[in-house]
């Protein structure tokens, strides 16, 4: 069983910035995949950004190209998702998730089905 916590969300005005953080239980972290998406008010669930479980390969999708980076810390069990120049777009709950099954190093996982552990999610709230 994984467990994801994530933090960091908050208020910020348009253009500014905000680190959120996905911390994940279990030993094998530094082999999931990992992912984040983000879910407006009305709206699915959609893909943000996606790792691998090497850290080498990253995707974003084209809204936050630029503006969000994911990136992780297999030491530390953590994935975390920088993002820049906030639009009030934005807004959302966002979630991490972990592909537990086993993948390529080189692997980013975008379909939302195929990942297996979902955190709590943390909302982010950007004002004009």
């Known amino acids: 069983q994984v467990q994801l916590v994530e933090s960091g969300g908050g208020l910020v005005q348009a253009g500014g910035s905000l680190r959120l953080s996905c911390a994940a239980s279990g030993r094998t972290f530094s082999r999931y995949a990992m992912g984040w998406f983000r879910q407006a008010p009305g709206k699915e669930r959609e893909f943000v950004a996606a790792?691998?479980?090497?850290?080498?390969?990253?995707y974003h999708t084209n809204s936050v190209k630029g503006r969000f980076t994911i990136s992780r810390d297999n030491a530390k069990n953590t994935v975390y998702l920088q993002m820049n120049s906030l639009k009030p777009e934005d807004t959302a709950i966002y979630y991490c998730?972990?592909?537990?099954?086993?993948?390529?190093?080189?692997?980013?996982?975008?379909?939302?089905?195929?990942?297996?552990?979902w955190g709590q999610g943390t909302q982010v709230t950007v004002s004009s």
């Open positions: 790792i691998s479980w090497s850290g080498g390969i990253s």
């Open positions: 998730a972990a592909d537990a099954k086993p993948l390529q190093s080189t692997t980013v996982v975008i379909n939302i089905k195929e990942y297996d552990y």
